[in-house]
């Protein structure tokens, strides 16, 4: 009976996510017989644990959240040794706030990390279209719009079109003002933006009603995306991608330490939380990638993340952490109740509690295929890490002794990847799966023929 459970499950599960594609038949049969019974949580040896009840520590208020991505941010930029000081102010901000040394975004493109970060759930259960920049709908709940239907003041300031005219992005905020960028003095015309982000940040919270009523205010800075350009208020390191790339980082660091210096003075900062993280990493050349989206290789979903709040000690956490816990943990920061649908859960306990962080792997990563990308999933407990592309057979590293993913372990350590690769398939059935609509092919091949939830299109039209 449980072997016919777990064949049932995982062709449920393998042909409503990738289709038909060629099979390892002795591998398949291996994890079918396995079945996929729930298991208990595992340390990192592999043995069972009791998971306890979570630990629950609120705000002693209702805060003002100050949320900041940063494109394409990886997570060696601050924290983690790397040779070049190319982000003193965020370095700085990092020793007065809790930081995590081990935060992943859920995906590697922004498109997806953006929504799951701003609505808790993974990218492949939310109601989206097939497009590369999906589109999404008012059927899945946005925290923007959650939050402006408590009465919170709700506003947003971006210079990256898809984040202004959004489909689904903009959803909720009051205010959405578009950036002006500046076109930079050089060959490749790149626009500049970091300084007019700063600017109109500032005059959008110089606003004496924020001293008085609630908000939540987000913007994106996106300097660090590709192409990258030196930037003169910024130290030469060179010519190569990942030396105009720091500069691209140095630069849109100098503007936020501007940002958060001018914020230091008003007179909500103290009832502020301020959030900063990236929406996912970049490649310089590891597994053959420049830049980011299509894979789930480490330095595509590692990521700062840096919580600075009122009555918090600064703090380093070293465990492993998801963005798919935001949305929660800023709708407790603001005195609001989480959704039920949302998949994170707030670690505002994290932020307050001084006994040491609780355990939350798995860490599950999430691309759902699209019109540019193929289906990637990955499951990450303890110092494995196994990463799906939706056939049965998929590969395992140990990022403790293997950080850059070197030695595929699958052959080696097959019962540790029968055991990783059960997780990873018990963790995706519980989650409801939804196909991507608007009727374009996929990387797949397929068509998108899936429903975008109640009839409504953020934006008007088809997309």
Known sequence: MCSLLGAVVWVWLYVSLVGCRPRDKARENHLISAGTALQPSTNNTGSPTAAGPPKVVTPRRALNVLLITVDAMRADVILHGYARNIAPNLTKLSENSVSYDNAYSVSSSTAKSLASLMTGRYPSTLHRSGWFFAGYTESDAFIAKILHDHGVFTLS????????????????????????????NAPQGKEVSSSAITALGIKLLDNA???????????????????????SECPNWGDQERDRYDSEICYTDLWLGRLFDWARQQSWWDNTALIVTSDHGECFGEHGMQHHAFELWQPLVRVPLLIRMPGSKPKRINAMRSQIDLAPTILELMGVKAPSAMTGRSFVSDVLDSAAPEDREPI??????????????????GKFKLISNGEPRSQLFDISDDPQELHDLSIEQHETWLGMTKRLVQAATSLRFVEPYGGMKLASGRIAQGSSGHGYRVGGGSD
């Open 157 to 184: 300031w971006q210079v990256n079109p898809y984040l202004i005219h959004a489909r689904g992005l903009n959803q909720g905020f009051d205010v959405v003002k578009p950036v002006t960028s500046e076109v930079a």
């Open 209 to 231: 009603d924020l001293s008085t009523k609630q908000f939540f205010a987000w913007t994106h800075y996106m300097d660090p995306h590709q192409d990258y350009i030196k930037h």
């Open 364 to 381: 599950i990563l999430d691309l759902p295929e699209d019109t540019h990308e193929h289906y990637r999933r990955a499951i990450i407990i």
